[in-house]
T-cell receptor, first 115, second 112 residues
Framework: DTEVTQTPKHLVMGMTNKKSLKCEQH?????MYWYKQKAKKPPELMFV???????INESVPSRFSPECPNSSLLNLHLHALQPEDSALYLC??????????????FGQGTRLTVV | AQSVTQPDIHITVSEGASLELRCNYS??????LFWYVQSPGQGLQLLLK??????LVQGIKGFEAEFKRSQSSFNLRKPSVHWSDAAEYFC??????????FGDGTTLTVKP
């Protein structure tokens, strides 16, 4: 299994809603990532988890809250989002080999629209 | 700080013609370099990677890339483009911690 699975594929939420994005991988990778991608732009790193611990937070607003319940799962909890947070949210995972994180495998993304 | 520049925002080639997409990087140590392809509304698929060793790397779908340290470049090539290659292409550099920085991307259009 070389897939990273993200659910849901599409999400529309109001600015007062609370929702969660989910990501799952069964490749035994110990690093997992959240990226945000706006239209016609490259992905921007949000968070990195390494061995289920948050290792990188790219100064992301607190209305985005990541969680790594176990080595296969990664969640992104959303609360009080703004319309400008509408984007494609990508999850990725990678293996660590001799202290180096190898190439990232990406999921298909969740298309989020905040209304 | 690491950075990537893809000088060409949009490239159009005829089907069957050769292709070269340019990528220049800035990184203080030995870079880990990648090329990804993305179709509209989809995730990113890895085409190829360079970590060390042979500077000419082969990837999937007939793509190859050459790492040139002296020019800080990692250009992507394909000898004969197919209509299905039309997509967005991203070059990326990563550090040991897995932090990847992407270029702004190059949109490839393939003419019949």
């Amino acid at each position: 299994d070389t897939e990273v699975t993200q659910t849901p594929k599409h999400l529309v939420m109001g600015m007062t809603n609370k929702k969660s994005l989910k990501c799952e991988q069964h490749m035994g990778h110990r690093a997992m990532y959240w990226y945000k991608q706006k239209a016609k732009k490259p992905p921007e790193l949000m968070f990195v988890y390494s061995y289920e611990k948050l290792s990188i937070n790219e100064s992301v607003p607190s209305r985005f809250s990541p969680e790594c319940p176990n080595s296969s799962l990664l969640n992104l909890h959303l609360h009080a989002l703004q319309p400008e947070d509408s984007a494609l949210y990508l999850c990725a995972s990678s293996q660590e080999v001799r202290g180096v994180n190898t190439e990232a495998f990406f999921g298909q993304g969740t298309r989020l629209t905040v209304v | 700080a690491q950075s990537v520049t893809q000088p060409d925002i949009h490239i159009t080639v005829s089907e069957g013609a050769s292709l070269e997409l340019r990528c220049n990087y800035s990184y203080g140590a030995t870079p880990y370099l990648f090329w990804y392809v993305q179709s509209p509304g989809q995730g990113l698929q890895l085409l190829l990677k360079y970590f060390s060793g042979d500077t000419l790397v082969q990837g999937i779908k007939g793509f190859e890339a050459e790492f040139k340290r002296s020019q800080s470049s990692f250009n992507l090539r394909k000898p004969s483009v197919h209509w299905s290659d039309a997509a967005e292409y991203f070059c990326a550099v990563a550090n040991n911690a897995g932090k990847s920085t992407f270029g702004d991307g190059t949109t490839l259009t393939v003419k019949p």
